[in-house]
């Protein structure tokens, strides 16, 4: 049988699972149930959170394969009834389900361990016929011991409340040494502030040019979003571009240095910060 436990580490909800998997073709999974009902869950996805309904549709003997609960996810999973949340980010676990446990609470099950002996079988109750070749696959039985390490996050309303710490944990931050040199800096800074969270930064780079910086992110809700970015220091000129680096409008800055524009559903907007 799979023997696990958990090892806390230094920060508060971001626990350790230690898995000594001793069974075959089994499933191993960690359970976070939360103290009020939900009727969806919401799964990180492409440039974008998916909302999926709990259940599954109605089937009958046409059906080739039997729906399945589970469902993929990237950085995160979150459960809320609209005044309390619960997210369970993780690092390269990417399947998870959201189900209604025997309180009829919400709660979310991510899957450390799927141990299988072959690539297709043809023997069961949910498919008919294989999924692929009949291939032996023993070290996909994955025996032995095992680390996965996730992150529980609590938090108010929905999703958009919490998304940055789920992406803080599978990017942490990074430090090295440098020798010393003149400079000035202040007690706390940022690269670029973001507003809102719901906008996700994806690449901060010199453009192809060399001539200036670029800042490119995507909305991830399904609603037209108002987005502002403040760089370390004021540019004399600001452009909105596409993927291909070209100019597609002028910006101004505010007198901060900031600068606002618009974009639409799952968009992904490019921002160019010259001289």
Not at 147 to 166: D, L, R, V
Not at 247 to 257: F, I, Q, V
Request: aromatic share 8%; proline share 8%; charged share 25%.
């Amino acid at each position: 049988i799979p023997v696990a436990s958990r090892r806390w580490r230094s920060a508060l909800f971001a626990p350790t699972t230690l898995a000594d998997m001793r069974a075959f073709a089994r499933r191993l999974r960690v359970h976070f149930p939360a103290p009020f009902p939900v009727a969806s869950g919401f799964m990180d996805g492409h440039f974008e959170v998916v909302e999926r309904k709990l259940g599954l549709p109605k089937t009958d003997d046409t059906w080739i394969e039997q729906p399945r609960p589970e469902a993929p996810q990237r950085n995160f999973t979150d459960i809320t009834d609209g005044r309390s949340g619960l997210m369970v980010a993780s690092c390269g676990l990417p399947e998870v389900e959201v189900l209604e446990n025997a309180s009829s609470h919400g709660e979310i099950a991510v899957t450390l361990l799927r141990c299988i002996g072959w690539l297709s079988r043809d023997d069961f109750s949910t498919r008919k016929g294989h999924a692929g070749p009949a291939l032996e696959t023993p070290e996909a039985q994955m025996p032995g011991e095992w680390t996965f390490e996730y992150s529980i996050i609590p938090h108010s309303g929905g999703w958009e409340n919490s998304n940055e710490q789920a992406y803080a944990f599978n990017a942490p931050m990074r430090a090295a040494n440098t020798s010393l040199h003149d400079g000035a800096l202040p007690t706390s800074a940022s690269l670029v502030n973001v507003e809102p969270p719901a906008f996700v930064v994806s690449a901060i780079k010199e453009s192809q040019d060399g001539r200036g910086w670029l800042v490119r992110g995507y909305n991830l809700t399904g609603e037209e979003k108002d987005v502002t970015l403040k760089p370390w220091i004021p540019f004399k000129r600001v452009e909105r571009i596409n993927l291909a680096e070209q100019k597609l409008s002028s910006l101004k800055p505010a007198e901060d240095g900031s600068i606002s524009f618009h974009v639409h559903a799952h968009e992904i907007a490019g921002v160019l910060f010259r001289d």
